[in-house]
Nanobody, 114 residues
Framework: QVQLVESGGGLVQAGGSLRLSCAASRSILNFNDMRWHRQAPGKQRELVAAITGGGSTRYADSVKGRFTISRDNAKNTMYLQMNSLKPDDTAVYYC????????WGQGTQVTVSS
């Protein structure tokens, strides 16, 4: 059973930065696309950013220019660097990948105060 574990969430003031990590229990080379999603209270889960095995990235319009997704295959870890955070970025952030089925982490809370 493959597991993904997020960390790095917390409380930050608007304009601040956080870096989220998503550690896999086995090589992330087994995953092609890996993704970060978020879900704010009362809202649907949304895709924030994605990265392919080759390193190509895509972002939601709301985070372009502020967030950077990356992966370190040697450390079996994916990251989300979040800069210039806004209160609207407050959500639970989940990492996700496909390996014989969709695999989700348990989520990490990000709270941005105004």
């Amino acid at each position: 059973q493959v597991q993904l574990v997020e960390s790095g969430g917390g409380l930050v003031q608007a304009g601040g930065s956080l870096r989220l990590s998503c550690a896999a229990s086995r090589s992330i080379l087994n995953f092609n696309d890996m993704r970060w999603h978020r879900q704010a209270p009362g809202k649907q889960r949304e895709l924030v950013a994605a990265i392919t095995g080759g390193g190509s990235t895509r972002y939601a319009d709301s985070v372009k220019g502020r967030f950077t997704i990356s992966r370190d295959n040697a450390k079996n870890t994916m990251y989300l660097q979040m800069n210039s955070l806004k209160p609207d970025d407050t959500a639970v952030y989940y990492c996700n990948g496909y390996y014989y089925g969709e695999i989700w982490g348990q989520g990490t809370q990000v709270t941005v105060s105004s």
